[in-house]
């Protein structure tokens, strides 16, 4: 078992680390931002050098091939997540990965055997998923106080107009069903219960391949219909929530992708209705505290690679019924 304090290294400069990793490290004693490693190297240490972290190193191999560092966040394009959380994995590090976990659901399937194999946590960086917010809803889901689910429904959808991000970029598994969406089919999946089939799916295309908005009509095994919409440029400007329905009440949450910023949840049933919030704690410092757990203590997470595979499934399957290709991994 790994020892407190866990020494993290970051690969690439990215522009979300200091959210999900920096500043929630620098409030956990468990947790050590070592690291830094990006192609440019100046830009490494401009980086390290704002955010006070100790190391850089030039390239990403170096970083996860150093004997000193126990993890890895890694948070690249998306179509470099499969590569460089395996080959962590096979230096024998832990791996934080930002979401989605892999291009597709084959190479999900493939990282999920190597932590099997070498008996490291790798998880998901779904950080909504570890906030009381959504473990809120799921006790009143799995309490039976909405009756039958009768549709759930969920949404993630936000500006992008800046059409030369890497999000549209299709070799590097763009699109907004993958940047956006994976999150509104992973609150689909938890508050539906399973993971659903696809009926029908609708892509509205910034260019050949890359949808810029995605929605798709679901059906849970239990019978239970669902729907999920995603968009980065879109007439949705800004809609982040999801409703559950059941034949005895109805269950909404707003913002449960920034519960630290306005948000709430609120029921509707035979027991009357309320509303309810939550501590504004960010979800990333929850979500690292399950990470830290994992690792120094053997605890389960959520979002596993196991969990990650079936939510790939689930788009690859979308993609598919809008008569467009499953992402592909990058070249490294």
Not at 46 to 57: D, E, S, T, Y
Request: aromatic residues 8%; contains cysteine.
């Amino acid at each position: 078992m790994t020892e407190a304090p866990l020494r993290i290294g970051i690969l690439g400069a990215a522009r979300i680390a200091p959210n999900a990793l920096i500043s929630p490290a620098a409030n956990n004693p468990e947790v050590v931002v070592a690291a830094v490693a990006a192609r440019d190297t100046a830009r490494a240490r401009q980086f390290a050098h704002k955010h006070g972290i100790p190391r850089v190193f030039g390239s990403y191999q170096e970083l996860i091939t150093a004997p000193d560092l126990d993890a890895v966040y890694n948070p690249l394009p998306n179509g470099l997540h499969g590569h460089w959380t395996k080959a962590a994995m096979l230096a024998g590090k832990h791996v934080l990965c930002e979401k989605p976990f892999t291009a597709n659901a084959d190479e999900a399937r493939e990282i999920a055997e190597l932590t099997w194999q070498f008996d490291r946590v790798v998880m998901e960086a779904f950080h909504y998923r570890y906030h009381p917010l959504i473990r809120a809803a799921e006790e009143v889901i799995a309490s039976g106080e909405l009756g039958t689910l009768r549709r759930v429904e969920a949404s993630m959808c936000f500006p992008l107009p800046k059409f030369s991000d890497i999000r549209y970029d299709y070799s590097l598994a763009g699109g907004a069903l993958m940047d956006a969406g994976c999150y509104a089919v992973h609150m689909a999946r938890v508050f539906g219960g399973g993971s659903p089939e696809v009926v029908s799916a609708q892509a509205k295309l910034h260019a050949p391949n890359v949808d810029r908005a995605m929605s798709a009509e679901l059906r849970f095994p239990e019978g239970h219909s669902g729907r999920i919409r995603s968009s980065l440029w879109s007439t949705d400007v800004l809609r982040m929530g999801a409703r559950v329905i059941g034949e005895h009440g109805r269950l909404g949450i707003v913002n449960p992708l920034g519960p630290h910023m306005p948000h709430w949840m609120s029921v509707r049933s035979r027991r009357g209705n309320r509303i309810e919030t939550f501590p504004h704690r960010p979800s990333y410092a929850y979500q690292l505290d399950a990470f830290a757990d994992g690792v120094l203590r053997g605890e389960p997470v959520p979002t596993s690679p196991e969990d990650s595979i079936e939510n790939m499934a689930v788009i690859d399957a979308i993609y598919r019924a809008a008569g467009l290709p499953v992402r592909q991994p990058s070249r490294a």
